[in-house]
């Protein structure tokens, strides 16, 4: 079982910075990939940045050059560093963890942190 704590949300001004971070409980950090997915009031909920085991990353393009995803094996963290935030990037922001088991996947989820951003 994994439990995901984030935090780091809140309210910031247009062009601003937040750092969300995600703390995982368990023994399967070092082995699962981490994410994080955000969902804005009447849309779906998107793939916003992924890290492997490895440490590969990936970005949707709307944030590419803007966040950055990074994972502290020691601290069993994963954090995603927002920098020159726009309104639309408002949303309740959630940390995920793929795990990989003998006998299949499994997906854990946060409960979720508010990021504002005002105009």
């Known amino acids: 079982q994994v439990q995901l704590v984030e935090s780091g949300g809140g309210l910031v001004q247009a062009g601003g910075s937040l750092r969300l971070s995600c703390a995982a409980s368990g023994s399967t950090f070092s082995r699962s990939a981490m994410a994080w997915y955000r969902q804005a009031p009447g849309k779906q909920r998107e793939l916003v940045a992924s890290i492997s085991s490895s440490g590969r990353t990936n970005y949707v393009d709307s944030v590419k050059g803007r966040f950055t995803i990074s994972r502290d094996r020691a601290k069993k963290t994963v954090y995603l560093e927002m920098n020159s935030l726009k309104p639309e990037d408002t949303a309740v922001y959630y940390c995920?963890?793929?795990?990989?088991?003998?006998?299949?996947?499994?997906?854990?989820w946060g409960q979720g942190t508010q990021v504002t951003v005002s105009s």
């Open positions: 995920n963890a793929k795990v990989a088991y003998p006998s299949d996947t499994r997906d854990y």
